[in-house]
């Protein structure tokens, strides 16, 4: 048995890391800390939990993390940079679901996330954990930043198009829609459900934190710079994420054969049949990226719809699929629940 | 391994069977009918189940239900009683999802039904599949009556003190809330999003076609008529029942302690501690039942809140517990999954 | 012109107070005061109000609350019980929307909102603002204590039954469904989108603060005591209250025709014919309570459905008709929005 | 006092046309037909409208529609072009809310619609009806075609760009998202609140409806042809189009100047300040459109983001709006509800 702890267990990324180990038989939780919720049952705060899942959350001062195989943050940004060092260096392997070790560039990082980073050294050493593009890194790192839920639908969207070199580059745009669990679980007012449900609305257009980590990511998997135009929106549901990508075409292919091709032996990637509209609650509760890729009336733009569940292949199953691999399990413990429809 | 089929698979109820069925260990489905839809891949219809269910819609005529160890209804009232008969004379095992078998008596059967009985013999021999309460007739049943999803929750909420004989008989009311699942998947403007969404309402005070399953079954467990006050209601969620049981108190006791012990041994009845609120979504997915008791202000009635996920413990959940009860498998096996929250 | 001041406008009650009365022909807003957001103009946090409202919000220290003809508090209990006499003592009219004038006893009113009462004196001079009952009392009224949400649909519902004497007093029971907009615009967890939406639950069952104005309000119209079961719900929609009401029978009547002609002349209350089931929707942002009454099976209970929306007539509307009342305007004025359906 | 008659009231544009005329005070309702609901109460299939609207559906056959003033069509397409042209030459102007004299070139419309067209004549005399654009046309316009909902909202969003000749017209992108209540009431499955809530997904990517709409919209605004990709998308909320458009900047300007000084007049257009993020529901239940302009990160894209209620600006508020400029009303008459918030 691999022996985890949690740091920060009472967000929904943390819940749901939760829901899911629980039915993952390779791993045992061992410790799950919270600083505000300390000598809480855990299933008293969630009682979907109840009678599967006996542990309190423990202050993290006093958790013995050390001991632990491995440790996921589940916390807000700016926590693992700071607590995942001392871990590292006694050996325990971490993966990170916040945004601490995604960002390569660390002037970047702390410009969008508004603080000084705290551990530069191991920004360099972070493997970013995108399974199907960084599978053969993820195996041997000791730090995975986990991706966000935007940039993994987003990347997987784009991927088989730009590795390909079959659209331009300098103006991709990524409309994406997030369910209102994307927020966190934080008491703020526009997260009401009498603010975000019967309503719609786009927000940070001027500049989302998702930004960087998804130009990073398609430069990489392009080999070049990529002028992206990413506009986030809320859209009353709790859970999902819908991607709408669009790219002109530089060079016509078989798009639907390219896709099919590039996640033929993917495990958690689910081309759709050509003509198809995945909706976000076919990946719903479920570690699956579902995808179809048009070309409306055969013009010259590609359109991908990609769908995600953002708390499941966006956040808590990637991670679990990330230590998988890292601790050579079969990837999909623990991540073969079905999508939950109706 | 146990072979099944379902009979009428295109509804709410059939894809929630698949989706239990397809994570469950113990049984293959082999058969699955649909009229309407004979030839079309089951995953093509529901593609939450792409990649994991490889079936196709077969046409009731052709389809080799006989073959099977056990078959599900998932059908409209009316079907089971034409069709059923037939596999049970050929030993095939039987579990009716809909109304046909759930009233001892005939003739109120047709009033609240609207048609004659095609199979009065296998009324009388059908077994409520109640597990809390007919565990032992379940397993050596040919023929299993699946309870509504009301009169699931109604009994489990009223069962400890109707067997206990704590409260007046003669004035129960239960006034309980279903999502809008409940009215299964047929193309009917009420069910329309725009009509159900941000909206509720009571239907069917005068009389719904679950009053008499219900008084029955509380008959049964109380030793005589009850007198039931019954009003059904429609809120803006997809899954989930929630009831809230009104009695008078006769002889006042420790009512939590009166739960705790009455379902001690239940894998799929959870009790709360003093003073909850158990909430739909803590059971969302799942198959179990949720509830707490309360005497509020100390006064002469006892308030009971019992909560399930209409799909399973009220409708595909409880059918799979009845399959294992039937064929001696583990109570709980393809029934493992934690609710989904958020 | 009358001129109105609103101290507190910044919650749910507060906006849609700002939109009826900017849609009232009568009226002039002259102030509006809020400590936290002084300075901001109220469309800026509004957008729905931009163009037709150029007030910014006031500190409540500056604005002149005094200069007007009636001055709403639409602020957290406790506020106006300190603010208000001074008002009064001016000579301003007082219509309070919170709970702070509505319990005559003032010792349960403490128990309940766990504070001292900062002025009992005016406490007995307030007049309970339900027009259906307290219109005569309401023209001459200096204070007026605007019902809850929860009690005026409770109160509108048992009404016609109570004053006929034809219901067992003892055991009242009251299921009451709210939207989630009750808990007003308040930055906490439990109110959030992902724990509200595809949910449902009850709370407070032990006891709700709502119980005791619902109690004296039932009393007084009964002309004694009553034995009353209240159990509010959390529904996931945004704006309503249905309440589901249920009594035993002392005496049968025609209770369609009690309720028809009970309410025949009241503007805002309509009785819908036999066998009907009014739904939230039917009244969302509109100024009206709808009601049906049945008997199911023909047996000694009497179920009655009354539905408001919480925002207008279990509040904000409530007010600007008692506004009405008070200042001699036609009731309607300004109340004659058709409710918005879909 | 105008007499108007409505062919098709059934649907959730003719509830919403009633809403509003029955609040304007300058039209009176004489005649509202329904094939299907002949002789029903009008409020009793939309209790909203209980007690304002005394009107029974009538037989098309039998109603006397020659001798109004003005006659809407709330009809699926296909019924204006053939019922209006009788009532055209009897001196009647109409208003056509459906599709049917949108599109000038009527093989085109042939082709998207899938039917011959019955009045190609008319279609050559019909005006298009988008106050903003065609106010002076519609004026004495005899025959109304009243812009869909996705095209109103894309247009007034793409308008002033396009007027001044500030992007590129070759790769103009659409994204829009719609509430259900665009799909209209009828019973389909997609459409059914199982089906659709908690739920997002794009629709029609090959090719809608509206495409050829908005490209002719499009292209007589920019005064030359238009490349357009338009993809629109089902969002689980009642009311509401949001539309987030994006162009790549020809020739940099004030882009917030521009629309301000463009909308300026116009009384239901509001264009918001810089930074801003409309939401529907800031417009929900009101004929207004809102819109913000964002050129994130300076870069050389312009994202504009638009949002109307699609029952209201987007159908049936728009169709009052170019009743009150063809009568010479004051072009508000009936049209100044402000938005339900929240």
């Known amino acids: 048995m691999i022996t985890v702890g949690i740091v920060g267990g009472t967000g929904y990324t943390g819940v749901e890391l939760l829901r899911l180990l629980a039915q993952h038989t390779e791993v045992q939780i061992v410790a799950i800390t919270s600083r505000g919720d300390a000598g809480t049952a855990v299933a008293s705060m969630f009682p979907s939990l109840r009678g599967r899942l ?3 959350f423990e ?59 705290a551990s530069p050294e191991w920004v360099a050493k972070a493997v970013y954990g995108l399974p199907e593009y960084d599978r053969a890194a993820i195996r041997n790192a000791h730090l995975v930043a986990n991706p966000g839920c935007y940039p993994t639908a987003v990347q997987l969207g784009f991927m088989p198009l730009l590795e390909a070199g079959l659209v331009e580059l300098d103006h ?9 669990s994307g927020a966190g ?31 990073q990511g398609l430069s990489r998997i392009a080999g070049g710079p990529v002028g992206l135009t990413f ?25 639907q054969a390219l896709f099919e091709e590039r996640y033929r032996r993917e495990p958690f990637v689910d081309v759709l049949p050509p003509g198809s509209h ?12 579902r995808i179809a890729v048009h070309r409306p009336q055969g013009g010259d733009v ?6 995600i569940d953002n708390l499941v292949k966006g956040a808590a199953g990637q991670a679990v699929q990330n230590l998988n691999i890292m601790f050579g399990l079969p990837e999909g413990e623990g991540l073969r629940q079905l999508a939950v429809l109706p």
């Open 54 to 56: 006996k542990l309190k």
């Open 59 to 117: 202050d993290p001062a006093s958790a013995n993390l050390r001991a632990c195989d491995v440790v996921f943050f589940a916390t807000p940004n700016g926590i693992a940079m700071e607590q995942a060092p001392a871990l590292l260096a006694a050996g325990v392997r971490v993966i990170d679901l916040a945004a601490d070790f995604r960002i390569s560039n660390v002037a970047e990082w702390s410009q969008w996330y508004g603080m000084q980073h």
């Open 172 to 180: 991709l745009v990524a409309d994406v829609k997030s369910g209102v």
């Open 185 to 215: 679980r934080k008491a703020e007012i526009p997260a009401l459900f009498s603010e975000a449900a019967d309503n719609f609305k786009a927000y940070a257009v001027p500049g989302h934190r998702h930004l960087p980590e998804i130009r």
């Open 231 to 255: 506009v986030p929106h809320l859209t009353p549901m709790i859970r999902g994420i819908h991607a709408t990508l669009y790219a002109r075409i530089k060079r016509a292919a078989d798009f």
């Open 278 to 289: 995945p909706d976000t609650r076919s990946v719903r509760a479920a570690n699956i990226c």
């Open 302 to 307: 590609v359109v991908v719809l990609a769908v």
